[in-house]
């Protein structure tokens, strides 16, 4: 009864919110001189009103709220309601009795000088401010407003066995919701996929799943997409299959820029060409290939850390899987190079390769680094400018590598590579053999496409001496910290760390960052001549250490101090 009687106050606020938006809305419309800020706010408060209209026309149709077992979320959402209606009704009252104290002309110009007043003007934006957050609050509580039910449970056994007329049932009589999720977050649209059926897909999207579609859920981010991209045969899927995918895609209107991270979802170790990735891609990407050629640059920079194959990135770059000219010097220009990526591909794949590991007689197939990462490299450099070859950028790595995000040229990409690849847990005994080995196969992979090794190793030498020192030190790592990355799928993170023996990384410190500084780039005409200077910066680590040990404990004032 209590949860009834929230849900009937409930009602009547959103009808309430909703009129304050209005009028609050109305008041804007006469006075669109109001600083930028506010208006702003002022225009996030609209958006929020078909929301609290739709709430309230579920509300008043849907009685199965009514039979939620625990009421505190209910509950919770009234509260939050209740509070930011009062917040915005004495909002919107303020503003109307300052118009209405003026008349003729004099409303006018107050109109447009609503709240010129320091103190007036602070006090309107953090009360619109308030409003927003509550409001916000109120759709949270609103949105997790779900039944919780087992995988066992009757409506998920009828979708099982496409029991259409048997979910309309349990729908009808209240005994099961479209909304509801079993125990690990899965909502019904992934059962009905993962089931095969049409038909019930079909009618949990038209009653109000489309957001389903795109929910990841758990570590293995599975979702509704999931079943249309792994149980159909990869070669000749059945028509059952993609007419579920036909229906999904004509649901989705998800930009496909924002779907570009999707792709990774569906990378596993045990899938040795990336075909899984190829499969979403051609399923929920078909304007992959005619769209803006930067997402596809981003691409094939974002799977060159830990995809299995180089023609994984060739597919994501090009139909044909052919880099031209244009390629190279447009991602040099949009800062996501085509050779930075091949060279930290290179980098993260070579340092497997120079690291001593015994491997069994069937696992060289499992070996980061083949013959094919270094025709990458000569692929792309073949057809690249001197300025792409020392065009200097910034790399931003996965979340999962302990480095952080370096600026430099190519080269420097090659070391960071290799840092991605060896840090936090490979002996320090073997950094300084896996960077001069990296270097001297990204140089004679460089001489092999015709590059002069001299003139490009003079401008490297200089380049680095000038700028590039300080690529991976301390201060980097400093910046690095405080930046958001692009979080790797627990399903991937095996393909970046691919030996058994790594199998413990996550015991160490996420924040163990080794500081490393470039002291000197030594170049000649063949690749043996060339060799990087650097030093670990073992002192800041020392530095950190102290800090920590020497800091002392705050004492509150008027607190007892133990003598």
């Not at 930046?483 to 393909?495: H, K």
Request: hydrophobic content about 40%; proline content about 4%.
């Amino acid at each position: 009864m209590e949860t009834a009687a929230s849900i009937i106050a409930f009602v009547q606020i959103t009808t309430e919110i909703a009129k304050c938006v209005i009028k609050t809305k109305k008041l804007w419309d006469q006075a669109q001189e109001l600083p930028e800020d506010i208006q702003a706010l002022i225009l996030r408060l609209q958006c929020h009103q078909p929301i609290f209209d739709a709430m309230q026309q579920q509300l008043q149709h849907d009685d199965s709220l009514c039979s939620v077992q625990n009421d505190s979320l209910v509950r919770t959402n009234l509260d939050c309601c209740q509070m930011s209606l009062k917040t915005l009704q004495s909002t919107a009252d303020d503003l109307i009795s300052q118009l209405n104290a003026k008349k003729g002309l004099k409303r006018k110009l107050a109109a447009v000088k609503l709240a010129l007043g320091k103190d007036g003007l602070d006090r309107l934006k953090n009360r619109l401010s308030e409003s927003i957050e509550l409001l916000k609050l109120s759709i949270m509580a609103w949105d997790i407003m779900y039944n919780i039910i087992s995988s066992t449970s009757d409506i998920i056994k009828k979708i099982r066995v496409g029991d259409k007329a048997g979910v309309l049932e349990l729908f009808n009589s209240r005994q099961a919701s479209p909304f509801d999720k079993d125990q690990n977050g899965q909502s019904l649209l992934f059962h009905a996929a993962d089931s095969k059926n049409f038909e019930l897909c079909q009618l949990f999207l038209g009653l109000g799943l489309k957001d389903a579609l795109l929910e990841r859920v758990g570590e293995s981010r599975q979702g509704a997409l999931t079943p249309t991209v792994f149980k159909p045969d990869r070669d000749h899927p059945e028509a059952d299959w993609m007419k579920i995918v036909e229906l999904f895609h004509s649901y989705m209107d998800e930009p496909e820029s924002s779907m570009l991270l999707r792709l990774f979802d569906y990378q596993r170790e045990c899938d040795y060409g990336d075909e899984y990735v190829n499969i979403f891609r051609q399923r929920f990407l078909p304007k992959f290939y005619t769209g803006p050629l930067r997402y596809r640059l981003e691409a094939f920079r974002l799977a060159s850390f830990h995809s299995q194959s180089p023609e994984t990135l060739l597919g994501l770059l090009a139909e044909n899987r052919q880099v031209t000219s244009f390629d190279v010097s447009h991602s040099s220009h949009e800062n996501v190079s085509l050779v930075h990526s091949a060279a930290l591909a290179l980098g993260i794949r070579f340092a497997d390769e120079v690291l001593p590991y015994k491997r069994g007689w069937a696992m060289w197939s499992m070996a980061s680094y083949s013959e094919g990462w270094s025709l990458l490299v000569k692929q792309v450099t073949a057809v690249a400018s001197p300025e792409d070859l020392h065009s200097i950028e910034s790399v931003q790595p996965w979340d999962v590598y302990s480095v952080p995000a370096w600026k430099g040229t190519p080269l420097v990409s090659v070391i960071g590579g290799a840092l991605c690849y060896m840090s936090p847990d490979i002996t320090f005994f073997h950094w300084d053999k896996v960077f001069q080995e990296s270097i001297r196969q990204w140089v004679l992979d460089l001489q092999e496409s015709g590059v002069d090794l001299e003139m490009y190793g003079q401008r490297e030498a200089t380049t680095l001496k000038e700028q590039m020192r300080g690529a991976l030190d301390a201060d980097a790592i400093e910046s690095s910290r405080h930046s958001i990355r692009d979080s790797l799928p627990t399903a991937a993170v095996s393909l970046a760390f691919r030996r058994g023996q790594r199998a413990d990384r996550s015991k160490w410190n996420k924040n163990h960052w080794v500081p490393i500084r470039l002291l000197e780039l030594k170049t000649g005409p063949t690749p043996s001549d060339w060799r990087i200077v650097w030093a670990p910066e073992f002192e800041w680590m020392a530095c950190q250490f102290w800090e920590m040990i020497e800091k002392e404990d705050i004492v509150m004032p008027g607190s007892w101090v133990d003598v």
